[in-house]
């Protein structure tokens, strides 16, 4: 076991870990931060989605120790301190983007990257975007257009809510 | 002016805060003090006998509690199947015993051999891997026929074959059906498989025991649908603990999908162990263990015939099928691919003779049982593939056909046992024709052919019966359970309510959906109800959520017991106003005399139920709180029409979902944006089976497909937007509130609707192919195109 620290969230947290815990692992069970998800164990599924240094990484494919020193950013510091959610946040409720809500901290952290790097997607680029983010609820029809709109384009053409 | 409360609003869900912040309580976020870790020791190999198991290295490694066998289960009760089929022969199925942990022998590839506790799972990890296995290798059966031939290999020594039950519905139609072929001009037959799929909740099943010695109280913490059911089965088959000893919760659950319906070992052994080690005791899926171990779903072999008379009418249909059942039967299991399957073998179609043949087979896999849509996806698919070859077989169009052998009149009685009580087959297909935009198919068609692909369009109808149902009727076919649904409803004294019921949500927006059942009743905002579920300890018993049940039943039960509150507090109300209880109406939440301008508010009559100092206490008790059991009358039958646009590259066989267009008949409808919702989840599973998933065994019983490395899940490129409509509503005539269900209709339409277009694209291409199973893989298209 040796004391891993990074910045959380803008806090800086420590924890123990063994050479093998994970990033996610470090996370839910050392910090609990308990918003960041496992949904599977060959880094398919993208429920772990986080930002190191402001870059999306599955947080499996992380171990703990790497993200020694860094500043990473999960699910529970998107909001605003007083709870507000952000504009993706409620694009994704507005537009019924989440069902169980598994997937969903995973498809925040995602989406949140690729606005970043491409702030006008198109509907192409978003479901290409997400290829390592699995739902197994929505179909993607809904994840897809709240992207969208939170990009501030009209989803008003695409059919139902 | 859509609405913005009650029913018929789409209200932003309010479960959605939390998901979206990240402070859901999920149960792998649950961490009880001192928990211990258990690791399941699984086989790798599919049949063997445990001639020995040697635990002396693994339980001196660091951090061990205790090793666990089967040898420490002797005398604890089995994982209890829920449902007992009757076979042809009114024989009852042939049920195996199931233990917790394997006893002498394993029969799946992730059977459980060995549970190692430990301070931390790395440690329970790390000892099972030095637990020594002595296993006996055993020929493996695995292909279903072949495990019915004699002299196979038994997948249960004590059965007298492999053969779970041979079951005919209905048996006595048989005579008529065969007659009614030989007198055919003309008989469509087809031959299919629908594939065996892993149903994967993104979260991976949990469970974590607790036990308090001072109270001698167990407490459950488990992934479940129905947290009731899995407390009855547990506590009275397996572990012999009695209801108020023991407590099952399943808070937030992110998905199930059907595979959380079922009791499964873990569930109790983490309840054992917690006991025996008087300390609590947690278990958290791997991906990889949860494709070995949640139940399977579908994997049937169908061969089905549809007689035709001269002028195309449906004369008789006849279909034998092999259902996989796998190594044991899970809890539902048995009632799948019978009672679930062969009563929606008469789809929308007045088909006046009908005759369904199963065989249920044991086989050394991963148990199959319920996935989204149980029993009706498989009905539907070969139905919906049968009458659009018979279509092509003639030269007719396959909507004509349809369209022409359309139940029209209702309540309609099918030849196999269920009544339609409402639908508009027309109704829902005008829907679809308009949406899908036929009329511009052809030029469409001609852009595909211009850039080297082929086009295809293929639709289908669907039938489904969901709010199940009626306990009397299900007893009587062999259901070890009711299936009524519970609601307590709690006014409190300033007039909000709480409603306990035994519902669970685990994606379908209860928490949103069922207040504004009550604001509509009682002309209030939905901000003032509250929905509690998802724990044995403060919700009444209920059955759980599956089957497209939670409104049709769970909704009925609720509406019942405000029926009750509204009752009394007209009693409270006609007090207060010194006027007679007839004359009382409830209106936006308010109480009035009718006929004249006195009234009460809503806070004024509970609190008056709370604070009674002018109330009629001779009559009437205090305080407002009721509970109503809903048992239904008949299922529901959502029903509607798909439609599929695809596109084939003849070159790689890939085949792409251009289209996809859903008009369904609902009955009533709550809360439109979370039906919508529903469908869409439903169409992105089905296209996942028909073009994607596949549960593969290898002739050993290796499943190949046992990750997402291997499993293919449909990711957000290999979908459209959907199209779905719902304005054909005609309301189911048996619940109050006239709704059908819609959890799973998505997934029962839309593999047929993919296939037929799949079909339809290679015969405009010119190859003569009337069927591909699933999935539609580019292999698979390309050989077909290439044979």
């Known amino acids: 076991m040796s004391q891993v620290t990074m910045t959380v969230n803008g806090k800086e947290m420590s924890g123990d870990a063994e050479g093998r815990t994970l990033l996610s692992q470090f996370l839910r069970e050392t910090l609990g931060l308990t918003g960041t998800h496992v949904g599977c164990d060959t880094s398919q599924c993208g429920a772990c989605v986080v930002h190191v240094d402001g870059v999306a990484v599955k947080a499996c494919t992380m171990l703990a120790m790497e993200a020694e020193g860094t500043s990473v950013d999960t699910i529970e510091g998107q909001a605003a301190p007083d709870g507000t959610l952000n504009a993706l946040q409620q694009a994704f409720q507005d537009h019924h983007g989440l069902q169980c809500g598994f997937c969903t901290p995973g498809m925040i952290m995602s989406a949140a990257d690729l606005l970043k790097n491409n702030p006008q997607p198109t509907e192409a680029e978003v479901r290409h975007h997400l290829e390592g983010n699995i739902c197994r609820c929505t179909g993607y029809h809904n994840i897809v257009k709240a992207i969208l709109a939170a990009s501030g384009q009209d989803v008003s053409s695409i059919a139902a809510e | ?787």
């Open chain 2, 1 to 787: 002016m859509p609405k913005d409360n009650g029913i018929g609003a789409s209200p932003k869900r309010r479960e959605d805060v939390r998901f979206l912040s990240g402070t859901g309580n999920y149960t792998d976020d649950i961490q009880v003090n001192g928990q211990a870790y258990v690791h399941f020791l699984r086989s790798d190999i599919a049949h063997a006998n445990i001639n020995g198991i040697n635990l002396d290295a693994a339980s001196a490694m660091p951090g061990v509690i205790k090793i666990f066998t089967g040898a420490d289960f002797e005398g604890v009760g089995g994982i209890p199947c829920g449902w007992q089929v009757t076979d042809r022969h009114g024989e009852p199925m042939q049920e195996p015993a199931h233990p917790v942990l394997a006893q002498g022998k394993v029969r799946y590839v992730g059977d459980q051999i060995a549970a190692v506790v430990a301070e931390t799972l790395e440690q329970a990890r790390d000892a099972a891997e030095a637990i020594e296995v002595d296993l006996e290798e055993l020929p493996a059966v695995v292909d279903m026929k072949a495990a019915l031939a004699d002299g196979a290999t038994k997948v249960h020594d004590d059965l007298t074959s492999n053969l779970c039950y041979d079951w005919g519905f209905v048996e006595e139609n048989k005579p008529a059906v065969d007659a009614a072929f030989e007198a055919a001009a003309h008989v469509t037959t087809l031959e299919l498989r629908n594939n065996r799929l892993v149903a994967n909740p993104m979260e991976p099943r949990v469970a974590i025991g607790d036990f308090n010695r001072a109270t001698g109280e167990s407490t459950l913490y488990t992934t479940s649908q129905n947290p009731h059911v899995i407390r009855l089965l547990m506590g009275a088959f397996v572990l012999g603990i009695p209801e108020h000893k023991l407590r099952v919760v399943a808070p937030d659950v992110g998905g199930g999908f059907g595979t959380k319906i079922f009791h499964y070992a873990e569930e109790a052994f983490c309840t054992f162990a917690a006991k025996a080690l008087n300390r609590a005791v947690k278990w958290t899926s791997t991906r990889s263990e949860a494709f070995i171990s949640d139940a399977h779903g579908r994997d049937h072999v169908t061969k089905i015939e549809l007689a035709l008379d001269a002028d195309n009418n449906f004369t008789a249909l006849r279909t034998d099928t092999y259902a996989n059942m796998g190594a044991y039967l899970s809890t539902f299991a048995p009632s799948v691919p019978t009672w679930l399957h062969g009563t929606l073998m008469a789809g929308n179609y007045k088909t006046p003779l009908i005759y369904v043949n199963v065989k249920a087979v044991f086989t050394n896999t991963v148990p199959v049982d319920a996935y989204r849509g149980a029993g009706r996806p498989e009905a539907t698919f070969q139905l919906e593939r049968v009458v659009d070859k018979a279509a092509r077989e003639l030269g007719v169009d396959p909507i004509a056909l349809r369209r022409q052998n359309f139940i029209t009149e209702f309540p309609y009685a099918t030849p196999v046992a269920v009544e339609y009580d409402t639908g508009d087959y027309h109704g829902t297909m005008d829907a679809l024709e308009k949406m899908a935009d036929l009329s511009g198919f052809e030029a469409r068609r001609k852009a595909s052919e211009a850039k080297g692909k082929l086009r295809g369009f293929g639709v289908n109808c669907y039938i489904e019966a969901c709010g199940i149902a009626p306990s009397n009727l299900v007893g009587q076919l062999g259901a070890r359970a009711g299936l009524y649904e519970s609601a307590t409803v709690r006014v409190n004294a300033t007039g909000g309510l709480v409603v306990m019921t035994g519902s669970h949500s685990h994606g379908q927006g209860h928490e949103t959906s069922f207040p504004q059942v009550i604001a509509e009743m009682i002309g209030i905002d939905e901000s003032m109800v509250e929905i509690v579920h998802g724990d044995t300890a403060n919700t009444p018993m209920g059955m759980g959520t599956y089957g497209s049940r939670s409104l049709a039943v769970g909704g009925s039960a609720m509406v019942r017991a405000t029926e009750k509150i509204i009752a009394k507090a007209k009693k409270i109300a006609a007090h207060l106003m010194e006027a007679a209880e007839a004359d009382i109406e409830l209106k936006d939440g308010a109480f009035s005399v009718a006929g004249t301008d006195k009234s009460v508010a809503w806070g004024d009559v509970t609190l008056a139920a709370y604070v009674p100092h002018n109330y009629p206490l001779e009559d009437i008790e205090p305080g407002l709180e009721e509970t109503a059991f809903y048992d239904p009358a008949n299922f529901t039958y959502p029903s509607g029409a798909y439609a599929c646009e695809v596109e084939v590259d003849p070159d790689t066989g890939k085949v792409t979902i251009e289209a996809f267009n859903a008009a369904d008949d609902f009955g009533n409808i709550v809360n439109p944006m979370i039906v919508d919702g529903q469908v869409h989840g439903g169409i992105g599973q089905g296209i996942g089976q028909a073009l994607l998933e596949n549960a593969a065994y290898d002739e050993n019983g290796q499943l190949l497909s046992a990750s997402y490395m291997d499993y293919a899940m449909p990711r957000a490129s290999d979908v459209p937007f959907y199209g779905v409509d719902h304005s054909s509503q005609t309301p189911c005539t048996h619940n109050p509130l006239g709704v059908k269900g819609c959890g799973e209709a998505g997934a029962i339409g839309s593999p047929p609707a993919v296939i037929n277009a799949v079909v339809d694209a290679l015969r405009s291409g010119g190859h003569d192919i009337h069927h591909i199973d699933m999935p539609v893989s580019p292999s698979r298209v390309w050989q077909a195109m290439n044979g």
